[in-house]
């Protein structure tokens, strides 16, 4: 059996074994899942009516709101997503298991490409009941089929690039309590961007960091699929982010992971 076919079968079984974990804790997931939805209910039901006034001078309604946020809320649940991953990567280094999976004759790889198939699979499924949620309180797409098949697309590939990111901060971390708190600003990072209000609304001191980095041009590349909003350069810089983040996390989790001892 040739090295690729050891690898893919290795992986199939980790990725079996984190599937099985999640659904036997998912307090976890759980977790991470429900704080983007409370978060949407909130700024919908509570500011919806103030926040909305940041939006076409005002003229904006909670109807426009709901599909102003509905993007930036996606993508906020990729990022609390990744946080649990990065927890679980430091649970196995922690607690022994890897040490055991060091001695048997599978894939190295196979422990890290588990952890990250699994992790995007869980993401997508979080992904459609968050949208579930938006469409139940008034979010109305407008995309074509093919827009929705690149909106997929460019979901998966944010989720790809932050959950190799995670892996890396979670084999970096000491402790699981570590994990979280590392991993906390792939969640965070979308409160300051253009997820809740437009970037042109904000302090000229803060808006260069809000309009470039991760997030902002992934939240509005998927506005503009979604919603026929203008994208701009927003697609390509979205595109070099999920490569880059994808390409650094991997070298580096793979690096941690060939020379980390037994915690």
């Known amino acids: 059996m040739s090295t690729l076919s050891l690898t893919v079968r290795d992986s199939s079984t ?5 599937l099985l974990h999640a659904r036997r804790y ?15 209910l909130l700024f919908v039901y509570v500011f919806g009516d103030v926040m909305s006034a940041g939006i076409t ?3 904006a309604g909670r109807a426009e709101y ?15 997503t990744s946080v649990g991953t990065a927890v679980s990567v430091c649970i196995d280094m922690t607690t022994g298991i890897v040490a055991r999976f060091r001695t048997m004759a599978i894939s190295r790889d196979s422990v890290l490409i588990g952890h990250v198939v699994g992790s995007v699979l869980q993401t997508l499924m979080s992904l459609v009941l968050v949208l579930g949620v938006a469409l139940a309180i008034g979010f109305r797409p407008e995309a074509t089929v093919v827009e929705w098949i690149a909106a997929a697309g460019l979901l998966t590939m944010v989720s790809l690039s932050l ?15 570590g994990a979280s ?5 792939l969640m965070m990072l979308p409160l300051l961007s253009s997820a809740f209000v437009p970037v042109d609304a904000m302090p000229s001191w803060f808006r260069w960091f809000a309009e470039y980095q991760p997030f902002s041009p992934a939240i509005e590349t998927l506005r503009g699929l979604l919603l026929g909003s203008e ?7 979205a ?6 983040l994808t390409v650094l996390g991997y070298l580096w989790s793979k690096a941690q992971f060939n020379r980390d001892p037994v915690r």
Request: aromatic share 8%.
């Open 14 to 18: 980790m990725l079996r074994r984190n």
């Open 26 to 40: 998912p307090s976890l997931t759980l977790n991470v899942l429900l704080t983007p939805i409370v978060l949407m």
């Open 57 to 59: 001078g005002g003229d």
């Open 66 to 80: 709901v599909a102003y946020l509905i993007p930036g809320i996606l993508l906020m649940t990729i990022g609390g």
């Open 163 to 177: 959950t190799w990111t995670a892996v890396g901060l979670g084999l970096a971390s000491p402790t699981p309590d």
């Open 181 to 185: 708190n590392n991993a906390l600003p």
């Open 231 to 237: 994208i701009g350069n927003n697609g390509w810089l």
């Open 239 to 244: 595109f070099a982010w999920c490569v880059g």
